[in-house]
């Protein structure tokens, strides 16, 4: 599922992801920055009961569901499940029919099912980077998390 792009593709989406949960499980956050050449859109969700990881997912899926049409797309984010998920694990998901290795079913199978559909409209660069590691767009959606964690704890929406 992972299509390498070539640095010097003019019509690629650059997307990074993020989510997060305070506690987990329990409130939740996603949020995502879209970029195509100069022009950047953010956007963002709450989630009262949830966990972590459904946040990661949900962060990539809502990012890549705004698309209007099929694109190039470098997807960056700082997890190693939704990066891992998407790109290998999910092939042996399916096979097994959403069955984990060990036999349970597999977790967020609702999100991972969406995920690899709309997935299919688009060619795909999964990209992975250390959280809080400095990475300015990835430090960029944490804070966009934050914010709407907090805006959804206080009733609001961002």
């Not at 969406?114 to 688009?122: C, I, N, P, T, Y």
């Amino acid at each position: 599922m992972t299509t390498p792009i070539s640095e010097s593709e003019s019509a690629l989406v650059e997307i990074f992801t993020d989510g997060g949960c305070s506690p987990n499980p329990g409130v939740g956050a996603w949020g995502a920055l879209l970029r195509f050449g100069s022009v950047e859109k953010e956007i963002s969700g709450y989630a009262a009961s949830t966990t972590n990881n459904r946040m990661e997912i949900t962060a990539a899926l809502e990012a890549l569901t705004s698309l209007k049409r099929g694109c190039k797309v470098r997807l960056w984010t700082d997890s190693q499940y939704l990066r891992q998920g998407i790109t290998s694990w999910i092939v042996n998901w399916k096979k097994r029919g959403w069955r984990s290795s060990t036999g349970k079913p597999v977790l967020n199978q609702d999100l991972w099912q969406a995920l690899s559909l709309v997935s299919e409209r688009h060619q795909i660069d999964w990209r992975w980077v250390r959280g809080h590691s400095g990475h300015i767009e990835n430090e960029r959606v944490d804070a966009l998390v934050t914010r709407t964690l907090q805006a959804g704890r206080a009733g609001k929406t961002l």
